[in-house]
């Protein structure tokens, strides 16, 4: 699912992206329209019922939406953001496990797009299972 590339895995959001850190958000592959990371669930990440917290699957989720939607160059004069997301919670995320996120770009027009992210779970001597869906729609603005 996910592969290494040393050459593009530096991207310059993350450079103060503290939430990416606190996730211990790792990226493993970029591309133009296209990302992917992993974390593992922490205990503090869990909810009351000892499954993950939905927000830490949104903010996984939205740091990969993120990382596809800017180019892994930087920009000098635009960034990408979030105008409105859809995520469904499909799996409980289990503490322990390792969290897989595949970002890619489903359409682009002018200043606006459209992301789907896939969030996988490792499962012990099984295939990775769906978590969550994520669709991101995306608009190019000034940057500040």
Request: charged share 20%; glycine share 10%.
């Amino acid at each position: 699912m996910a592969h290494e590339d040393a050459a593009s895995l530096d991207h310059p959001i993350l450079a103060e992206d503290r939430t990416a850190g606190w996730l211990g958000l790792k990226v493993r592959h970029l591309a133009d329209g296209h990302a992917v990371t992993t974390m593992t669930l922490r205990e503090e990440m869990l909810n009351g019922f000892g499954i993950a917290h939905g927000g830490m699957i949104f903010a996984f989720a939205d740091t990969t939406f993120a990382l596809a939607c800017n180019p892994h160059t930087g920009s000098v004069d635009t960034i990408t953001v979030a105008s409105g997301v859809d995520v469904n919670f499909l799996k409980a995320g289990i503490p322990g496990r390792t969290l897989t996120a595949v970002a890619d770009r489903r359409a682009q027009s002018g200043r606006s797009g459209i992301y789907d992210v896939r969030i996988y779970q490792s499962v012990p001597g099984a295939d990775d299972e769906v978590v969550a869906e994520f669709r991101g729609r995306s608009r190019t603005i000034a940057k500040k």
